[in-house]
């Protein structure tokens, strides 16, 4: 069974602060996407990672995948009250597989 | 706005009753995926359809099943419905990025 840990499983942190989430698995990954979901929404796409040790930017997150291709992290720099929501990290083999998110809460 | 349009947006239903969610993807899109959501469970795979064929089953109970037409969009449909069905169902749809999922809104499904 194909399965994706993501930790921690909650946080809440004060407004300018960094955090960094993680996604973990004993499988290798085809790809790793990480989604954003906020509530009454499906998730969203923020990036797709593809190629072991890739490290991707989008404005104040940064997305790395591990070497190995088992793992990767998404870290936040200063953190706003709009980076609130459950993000998801997914890896592609045949199926497209969820972890069970990260709660992330931003005070304000 | 995702493009993919999802139908009911709430339902809510007996145990023991049978109900259909709808799913229209973006247009053009082939495959379409269901997805159920609970807070213990996350969000977890349930089928696949591509172009009307199913192409890839996850954890989908047998007293559940769906569908993909010709005009591509696709029913799920829930029968003997018991209480832990309840749960946000999603669908997606996935274009010529073998990754990139497009989610709907969810259909909010309450049995009582």
């Known amino acids: 069974t194909q399965l994706l840990e993501q930790s921690p499983q909650f946080l809440s942190i004060q407004e300018g602060e960094n955090l960094t989430v993680y996604c973990n698995s004993s499988?290798?990954?085809?790809?790793l996407q990480w989604y954003r979901q906020e509530p009454g929404e499906g998730p969203v796409l923020l990036v797709t990672?593809?190629?072991?040790?890739e490290v991707k930017k989008l404005k104040r997150l940064t997305f790395q995948f591990g070497d190995a291709r088992k793992d990767s992290s998404l870290h936040i720099t200063a953190a706003q009250p709009g980076d609130t929501g459950l993000y998801l990290c997914?890896?592609?083999?045949?199926?497209?597989?969820f972890g069970k998110g990260t709660r992330l809460h931003i005070l304000p | 706005d995702s493009g993919v349009t999802q139908t009911p947006k709430h339902l809510i239903t007996a145990t023991g009753q049978r109900v259909t969610l709808r799913c229209s993807p973006r247009?053009?899109?082939?495959?379409v995926y269901w997805y159920q959501q609970s807070l213990d469970q996350g969000l977890q795979f349930l089928i696949q359809?591509?172009?009307?064929?199913?192409?890839a089953k996850g954890n989908i109970l047998e007293r559940f099943s769906a569908q993909q037409f010709p005009d591509l969009h696709s029913e799920l449909n829930l029968s003997s419905l018991e209480l832990g069905d309840s749960a946000l169902y999603f669908c997606?749809?996935?274009?010529?990025?073998?990754?990139?999922?497009?989610f709907g809104s969810g259909t909010q499904l309450s049995v009582l």
């Open positions: 997606a749809s996935r274009g010529t990025s073998r990754e990139k999922l497009f």
């Open positions: 499988s290798v990954f085809s790809s």
């Open positions: 990672v593809v190629t072991g040790g």
């Open positions: 997914a890896g592609s083999w045949d199926k497209i597989i």
């Open positions: 247009s053009g899109d082939l495959s």
């Open positions: 359809y591509y172009n009307g064929e199913e192409r």
